[in-house]
């Protein structure tokens, strides 16, 4: 009967999220793999200074940035909206994403579709790293209840199982986050290209210095806040290179070295070491979801529609007009920012709150371990 209690728990522990994980055709796990290999490599330069989870804070300014790009760029078409700037590149410079012969409002527009394209993407594959991440407690503990309580011949048939499919959350999880930092750097260096263009434009007559200042001035404040919004996606991407190091290193292979626990003492001194990996992969795979959905929420509000309906923008035809919707936008700015740093500090709060419980759970599995 303990026999099968023990198989039955650990299957439910196993399966229980089967339903919430999507089908994949075999060229994108062909993708998966190919992206695998990048991540591998770059897990030792990008994860060296991220922070521990507990004092891991700066997330929540980074990700102020998403609204304020928006509305940046809102402010921006406003401007852009007086005339059909053309834009001037150096001689010794050639643009490899923009072209002038396009006049300033068209690249706006070109740009706004890019970032909402970005923004979309980034929804999409943040479901699938939060999938990931959420799975990853539960092979956990699966792999620390058989350790604890299976009897030998059951420890030695499921465990490698337990082992490979958190390998494989940890390295999906991982792989993911990285096609949607690229998509962010990609139109980082788009708006390079923009204040790069502006600064070698010249004014042809007195009215137009102003107007290039002022296009200076918010291509300059775009781009850094963009820069920002890489950062984020840079951690989202070391947060879970970081987890899948610490379950390779601090769980799986402690584990596949020990091979011998075939005595209470054996398996209490072995689950006494992966204890503390444990709590650590846990918090670290539950910052990770917690940053990834407070993202995606202000994303949908804040974000992904607003971008689009800045367009109209590029249209406006008077000065009275200009000046209504820019005190709009920057209103929205201010109360947007506000909104989105109480709701990250609700969600930090909400994480730090987990510790003690995470704590207490994983705790138990050193208590009474059997071996038959």
């Known amino acids: 009967m303990n026999i099968l209690i023990t198989f039955l728990t650990v299957v439910i522990l196993l399966i229980s999220r089967i339903y919430s994980q999507s089908t994949t055709a075999d060229s994108q796990y062909k993708t998966t793999e190919e992206i695998t290999t990048v991540t591998t490599i770059s897990t030792t330069t990008t994860t060296t200074t991220t922070l521990a989870p507990e004092v891991d804070h700066e997330w929540e300014d980074l990700i102020l940035a998403g609204p304020t790009v928006v509305n940046y760029l809102g402010l921006f078409m406003v401007l852009a909206s007086r005339k059909n700037q053309t834009l001037n590149a150096s001689a010794e410079f050639t643009p490899k994403h923009l072209s002038v012969t396009q006049p300033l409002p068209a690249i706006l527009s070109r740009i706004s579709t890019d970032m909402q394209a970005a923004f979309k993407v980034a929804n999409d594959d943040l479901i699938r790293t939060r999938s990931n991440m959420d799975q990853i407690p539960d092979h956990i503990n699966a792999g620390l209840l058989l350790i604890q309580t299976a009897p030998n011949d059951l420890l030695k048939t499921l465990l490698p199982y337990t082992l490979k499919n958190v390998k494989r959350t940890a390295n999906e999880g991982a792989a993911v986050t ?107 795979s539950h910052l990770l979801d ?59 709060n909400e994480f730090a709150a987990t510790s003690s419980g995470r704590n207490e759970r994983y705790s138990t599995y050193s208590k009474d371990p059997v071996a038959t």
């Open 178 to 284: 990285k096609p949607t930092l690229e998509r962010f750097i990609t139109v980082e260096a788009i708006l390079e290209e923009l204040v790069t263009l502006l600064i070698s434009t010249s004014a042809t007559k007195e009215d137009d210095i102003n107007y290039l200042m002022e296009a200076k001035a918010y291509a300059n404040d775009i781009q850094m806040q963009w820069s920002l919004l890489v950062k984020l996606f840079k951690k989202f991407s070391q947060r879970a290179d970081i987890t899948e190091i610490r379950i390779v290193d601090s769980f799986i292979k402690p584990t596949e070295v020990a091979n011998n626990l075939t005595t209470p003492n054996q398996r209490h001194t072995h689950l006494d070491k992966l204890i503390p990996a444990a709590i650590a992969i846990d918090q670290s």
């Open 290 to 348: 917690i940053m990834a959905l407070t993202y995606a929420e202000i994303s949908n509000e804040h974000m992904i529609n607003q971008i689009a309906s800045n367009k109209p923008y590029l249209a406006l035809a008077t000065e009275s007009a200009r000046a209504l919707d820019q005190r709009e936008l920057w209103q929205n700015t201010i109360a947007q920012s506000v909104k989105v740093a109480r709701l990250a500090q609700v969600r930090q």
